[in-house]
């Protein structure tokens, strides 16, 4: 490895001597014959010890790159974001020249990837994961690591590789996709609040069905409001919410509605108009109504008096009356009154008086008077 070289100095009284060692040599010491021949041809030799000391590698410093970065998953795509790692110095102990030589254990998720000296510098680009690589991340919260070198090597054949680690994070900002809306749902008014409907509707979504790309879909909802109608019907604002694994949501609106079309009933049939000898006027009954939506109901009675052509005929006009909010429950009977019966006359039995009797007034002779059925009575006329 060491091998015979000729060499002039050229100088007189002083020598440098450059010794050559092939790449091969191994680290050692070496003994060279040194002979030395002056223009007269006199010459003299002496051993020189040569010490080959090991090539040390190119030195990086810090000694790796680390970074993170973050591909998007949104509804225009995936959004990659790259990395441009801090900027390394690179030295050589033994100031042989450095070269950057290509990768050595190459990435496995980059897009693209620079690296160049001055100092070194390199940009990462993520890229090369499937969309469920991507949705798996999502799913279970997970990140992707990549790892691989840049390889330096000096002239001397010695070589240096800088680990490099990129952490790559996964964001999904694409929304559940409401497929099916919630619809609208109107029932009657059963009087306990429609419950178990309304419940019934709200566990189905009102049959809203969503999809995600990357999770199952949860599903909540928020009454917005309630707006009361008349008696036992009203309606509900309801939003439902779709929500994904990574929170983010879609949501879809829909109403509930409690109506009420049922007029109320009356719970007994119900008096008609009638013509009644004064005075057997009935008395009034007591009557209840109900309602499928409002349940039993308050009963208001009212009775109005047309008279007649005399005191003992008259209309008596009786009305019920009932309401359940949304509707009126309407009866009214017409009983006319009549008198058709005279009234009973009593007279005084007969009585003598004689020949041109002095008095013949109703004193003397006796009093007549009268009975009626309809309560009147007084003198006959």
């Not at 800088?162 to 952490?167: A, G, N, Q, Y």
């Not at 999770?215 to 779709?242: L, M, N």
């Not at 829909?254 to 008096?271: E, G, H, N, R």
């Not at 041109?356 to 007084?378: F, H, Q, R």
Request: glycine fraction near 8%.
């Amino acid at each position: 490895g060491i091998r015979r070289q000729p060499w002039s100095s050229g100088q007189v009284g002083a020598a440098e001597l450059a010794v050559r060692v092939a790449p091969w040599v191994r680290p050692g010491d070496y003994q060279v014959l040194i002979t030395v021949t002056d223009p007269d041809g006199l010459s003299a030799s002496t051993l020189l010890t040569v010490r080959v000391v090991e090539n040390r590698p190119p030195v990086a410093t810090p000694p790796e790159l680390q970074g993170e970065t973050t591909v998007t998953l949104t509804p225009g795509g995936l959004v990659h974001k790259p990395v441009v790692f801090q900027r390394i110095a690179i030295s050589d102990p033994d100031e042989d020249p450095v070269v950057f030589e290509g990768y050595g254990i190459p990435p496995t998720y980059a897009a693209n990837l620079s690296a160049f000296l001055g100092s070194l510098v390199a940009m990462y680009t993520p890229g090369g994961l499937t969309d469920e690589a991507l949705c798996a991340a999502v799913r279970n919260r997970d990140v992707f690591v990549d790892t691989f070198s840049l390889p330096l090597r000096d002239s001397c054949g010695a070589r240096t590789e800088v680990p490099v680690r990129v952490t790559i994070r996964v964001e999904d900002r694409i929304p559940p996709k409401i497929v099916i809306p919630a619809r609208s749902k109107t029932v009657e008014c059963d009087g306990k609040g429609n419950l178990e409907e309304f419940q019934s509707w709200l566990a189905s979504r009102g049959g809203a069905w969503a999809f995600d790309t990357c999770c199952d879909v949860t599903w909540s909802y928020r009454i917005d409001r309630y707006e009361p109608g008349c008696g036992g019907t009203g309606k509900y604002h309801v939003t439902f919410v779709a929500r994904d694994c990574a929170g983010n949501e879609a949501e879809t609106k829909a109403t509930f509605t409690i109506v009420d079309t049922l007029p109320p009933k009356w719970d007994q049939a119900m008096p008609g108009d009638m013509v009644v000898e004064c005075p057997e006027i009935p008395r009034a009954p007591d009557v209840t109504a109900s309602d499928t939506c409002a349940g039993k109901l308050s009963v208001r009675f009212r009775e109005t008096r047309i008279d007649g052509e005399c005191p003992c005929k008259c209309t008596l006009a009786r009305t019920w009356k009932a309401t359940d909010g949304c509707h009126t429950l309407v009866h009214t009977q017409r009983i006319r009154v009549q008198d058709t019966t005279p009234p009973d006359l009593v007279v005084p039995g007969d009585v003598e008086l004689g020949c041109n009797p002095a008095d013949t007034s109703p004193a003397a002779a006796g009093w007549a008077t009268a009975k009626d059925s309809c309560g009147l009575a007084g003198p006959p006329t």
